[in-house]
């Protein structure tokens, strides 16, 4: 069987993989869901589907990789109004007590 990479995917084949990971129970697969939700986000049923079984894993609708809920999403415009937000997101990652070297996934060490 010839492999293909995920990006290279068409629609079918990235539905099923995001709608049946969920059955691998395991967290390797966050890091490909979530290229693959870069690459998709423009389709809306797809895009659900990847955030639904990033979801099943992970609150991903409350979490980023640092763990804390970040000001805005991927289509948010940073403006005068909300900028501030930013500011404060960004000093609070800046105090947290990071270990040098060390990988982290939403918060959390590997």
Not at 10 to 16: E, M, Y
Not at 34 to 58: K, N, P
Not at 75 to 92: A, F, L, Q, R, W
């Amino acid at each position: 069987m010839l492999a293909v990479p995920l990006g290279e995917g068409n629609k079918a084949a990235v539905d099923t993989f995001a709608s049946e990971v969920i059955t691998t129970l395991s967290l390797e697969v966050i890091p490909y869901l979530m290229a693959l939700l870069e690459e998709w986000d423009s389709i809306r049923d797809t895009s659900v589907m990847i955030r639904d079984s990033i979801d099943c894993f992970i609150n991903f609708k409350e979490h980023h990789w640092s763990g804390e809920k970040v000001p805005g999403d991927y289509h948010t415009v940073i403006t005068n109004e909300n900028y501030k937000d930013y500011v404060s997101y960004v000093k609070g990652l800046a105090n947290k007590k990071w270990e040098k070297g060390q990988k982290y996934f939403y918060g959390h060490p590997l």
